[in-house]
C-alpha cells in the first residue's frame, strides 16, 4: 500500500506516518521507486499504535514500549508492566470523563 492509501484507510494523514517512521515507531518502510510501500508488518505496527494512541498512550510511552518489543523476550516483564500502569491512567481517565457525562446528563 502506498502511504496514500494507508492514510484514507486509517483516517490518518501522511504528515502522522512519517512522523511515525522518524520517530522509530515503525521501522524504516521499504520504497518502491522512491514511494513508500507498506507491507503487512507495517500495516501491522500501524494498526497496534492507532489503538494505541485511541487509548491514551502518550508517544514518548509508546515508543518506550515499541523498543522493548525489539529487544525480545527479556522485556516481557517491563513490557506489562508499562501497560498496567497505563491502564491505570485510562481507567482514572475514564473515570474523569464519566463523572463529567454525566453533570451533562439532563436533569427533570
Known sequence: M???E???????SQDTLRYYE?????????????IRNY???????IEFIICM?????PVNVLKEYINLIRQGDK??????????????IVKKEIGRFE??????????
Open 2 to 4: 502506498t502511504i496514500k
Open 6 to 12: 494507508v492514510s484514507e484507510k486509517y483516517n490518518i
Open 39 to 45: 507491507g503487512k508488518a507495517e500495516i501491522d505496527n
Open 75 to 88: 522485556t516481557a516483564e517491563k513490557r506489562r508492566e508499562l501497560l498496567i500502569e497505563q491502564r491505570e
Open 99 to 108: 463523572q463529567g457525562l454525566r453533570k451533562t446528563e439532563l436533569q427533570n
Open 22 to 34: 522518524k520517530e522509530g515507531l515503525i521501522n524504516p518502510v521499504p520504497r518502491v521507486s522512491g
Open 53 to 57: 494512541r485511541n487509548a491514551g498512550l
